[in-house]
T-cell receptor, first 115, second 112 residues
Framework: ETGVTQTPRHLVMGMTNKKSLKCEQHLGHNAMYWYKQSAKKPLELMFVYNFKEQTENNSVPSRFSPECPNSSHLFLHLHTLQPEDSALYLC??????????????FGPGTRLTVL | AQSVTQPDIHITVSEGASLELRCNYSYGATPYLFWYVQSPGQGLQLLLKYFSGDTLVQGIKGFEAEFKRSQSSFNLRKPSVHWSDAAEYFCAVGRYGNKLVFGAGTILRVKS
């Protein structure tokens, strides 16, 4: 596997379910990101992890819970979601740090549908 | 704070015609600039980037972009569009804290 992978690619869940999205990067990076992409809305940064430490939580509801056990893996745990949470969830990775030079590499995304 | 404006939500061009997608940024210092492309249902793929040096940068798939500081612009160009170029294109500027600020995107349609 190369680059950034995400599983599952598609997920349908009810509002009472608990599920997790997984992201794995094979690029030797130290920063990982979760984005939400909804129809007709700009890309929304949700969380940033730098060297396994969460450095950004962009006012995301607590029903989304990220986890970064190591620099290669990132999870997004989902529980009691709402239909408006249906979206494409993108994971990205980059070199770690705090700079403005930040070339991010994206996974293919997980298409989430909440019924 | 940094911001990115892509003034065109949709653009339609004929196959074989030239293309220019506009991007304007707001940033005080020399910016780090990126163009990404997204095919339907897929992630974002980096087309090209600018961080210093030559203001005309070449990317993948025959794309190029020119950084113009005086106009705060980083427009994406391609001399001859192929049907497979139909996608959504995002301009982004680097932001302190290891983040990117994205524009709203431009959807490119290619007519045969």
């Amino acid at each position: 596997e190369t680059g950034v992978t995400q599983t599952p690619r598609h997920l349908v869940m009810g509002m009472t379910n608990k599920k997790s999205l997984k992201c794995e990067q094979h690029l030797g990076h130290n920063a990982m990101y979760w984005y939400k992409q909804s129809a007709k809305k700009p890309l929304e940064l949700m969380f940033v992890y730098n060297f396994k430490e969460q450095t950004e939580n962009n006012s995301v509801p607590s029903r989304f819970s990220p986890e970064c056990p190591n620099s290669s893996h990132l999870f997004l745990h989902l529980h009691t979601l709402q239909p408006e949470d249906s979206a494409l969830y993108l994971c990205a990775s980059s070199h770690g740090g705090r700079s403005e030079y930040n070339e991010q590499f994206f996974g293919p995304g997980t298409r989430l549908t909440v019924l | 704070a940094q911001s990115v404006t892509q003034p065109d939500i949709h653009i339609t061009v004929s196959e074989g015609a030239s293309l220019e997608l506009r991007c304007n940024y707001s940033y005080g210092a020399t910016p780090y600039l990126f163009w990404y492309v997204q095919s339907p249902g897929q992630g974002l793929q980096l087309l090209l980037k600018y961080f210093s040096g030559d203001t005309l940068v070449q990317g993948i798939k025959g794309f190029e972009a020119e950084f113009k500081r005086s106009q705060s612009s980083f427009n994406l160009r391609k001399p001859s569009v192929h049907w497979s170029d139909a996608a959504e294109y995002f301009c982004a500027v680097g932001r302190y804290g290891n983040k990117l600020v994205f524009g709203a995107g431009t959807i490119l349609r290619v007519k045969s």
